[in-house]
C-alpha cells in the first residue's frame, strides 16, 4: 500500500514554462509535506515544505499547494530553467516517525 | 560541522556476507532514518529512531538491522547480504522543534550484491 502517490512519473517542459507535479496521501494524521529535489549521484535536498493549515507557500520560484480536504498537495516551478532539470520527490511525514516518500518525478527542462 | 557522514561510499558484497553501513550525524539531531533508493521506486524507509536507544521499523525493514546507543550514530546491518539488496543507501538525520522540521541527508552509499 503507496502512502504517497506521485503523479507524473516524468515531466518534459520548455524553458519558461510552468512545472507541475501532484501528490496525494491517505493518511490524515501526515502533518509534514516537503519536496525534496535530487541530482544525479547526489542526496535529496530540500527544496520546500508546507503544513495542513497552510493553502499555499511560495518561496522564489517553487509553490506548493495543499488541498487537505482533497488530501493532495502539489510542487508548482514557475519559469523553469534547465538547471531545475533533476528528480523531485514529494513526502509525508506523521509525528514522531519518519518521511514517507513518493516514487518520484523526472523533470526535463529544455532550452 | 560535516552534517551526516555515510560510510563507505561504494561496496561490492557476495551473496550470503555481512556488512555494516555506518551513518554519523554531528547536529545532535535526535530523529534519524535509513532508506534505499532503487529506480522507479523513490526512497523507500527501511528503519528509523526517534531518540538513543529507540528503533522502529518502516515499509522495507526485512533483512536489515539497527541499533541505536548514541544520538550521533544509526549503523544499519545486513546480516546476510541478497542480489535484492542491491541498492543505493541513504541516511538521515532531522530535528524537531514545535512545527518545524530539518532533514539532512547523507550522500549516500551505492551497494552491489554479485
Known amino acids: 500500500q503507496q502512502q504517497v502517490k506521485q503523479s507524473p512519473q516524468s515531466l518534459i517542459v520548455q524553458k519558461g514554462g510552468i512545472s507541475i507535479i501532484n501528490c496525494a496521501y491517505e493518511?490524515?494524521?501526515?502533518?509534514?509535506f516537503p519536496w525534496y529535489q535530487q541530482f544525479p549521484g547526489k542526496g535529496p535536498a530540500l527544496l520546500i515544505a508546507i503544513r495542513p493549515d497552510v493553502s499555499e507557500k511560495k518561496e522564489g520560484r517553487f509553490t506548493i499547494s495543499f488541498n487537505k480536504s482533497a488530501k493532495q498537495f502539489s510542487l508548482h516551478i514557475m519559469d523553469s530553467q534547465p538547471g531545475d532539470s533533476a528528480t523531485y520527490f514529494c513526502?509525508?511525514?506523521?509525528?514522531?516517525?519518519?518521511?514517507?516518500f513518493g516514487k518520484g518525478t523526472t523533470l526535463s527542462v529544455s532550452s | 560541522n560535516a552534517g551526516v557522514t555515510q560510510t563507505p561510499k561504494f561496496q561490492v558484497l557476495k551473496t550470503g556476507q555481512s556488512m555494516t553501513l555506518q551513518c554519523a550525524q554531528d547536529m545532535n539531531h535526535e530523529y534519524m532514518s535509513w532508506y534505499r533508493q532503487d529506480p522507479g521506486m523513490g526512497l523507500r524507509l527501511i528503519h528509523y529512531?526517534?531518540?538513543?536507544?529507540?528503533?522502529d521499523q518502516g515499509e522495507v525493514p526485512n533483512g536489515y538491522n539497527v541499533s541505536r546507543s548514541t544520538t550521533e550514530d544509526f549503523p544499519l546491518r545486513l546480516l546476510s547480504a541478497a542480489p535484492s539488496q542491491t541498492s543505493v543507501y541513504f541516511c538521515?538525520?532531522?530535528?524537531?522543534?514545535?512545527?518545524?522540521?530539518?532533514?539532512?541527508f547523507g550522500s549516500g552509499t551505492r551497494l552491489t550484491v554479485v
Open positions: 538521515a538525520s532531522s530535528y524537531s522543534i514545535g512545527v518545524h522540521y530539518g532533514y539532512t
Open positions: 513526502a509525508a511525514r506523521r509525528s514522531g516517525t519518519a518521511l514517507i
Open positions: 529512531s526517534v531518540g538513543a536507544g529507540i528503533t
Open positions: 493518511n490524515t494524521a501526515f502533518d509534514y
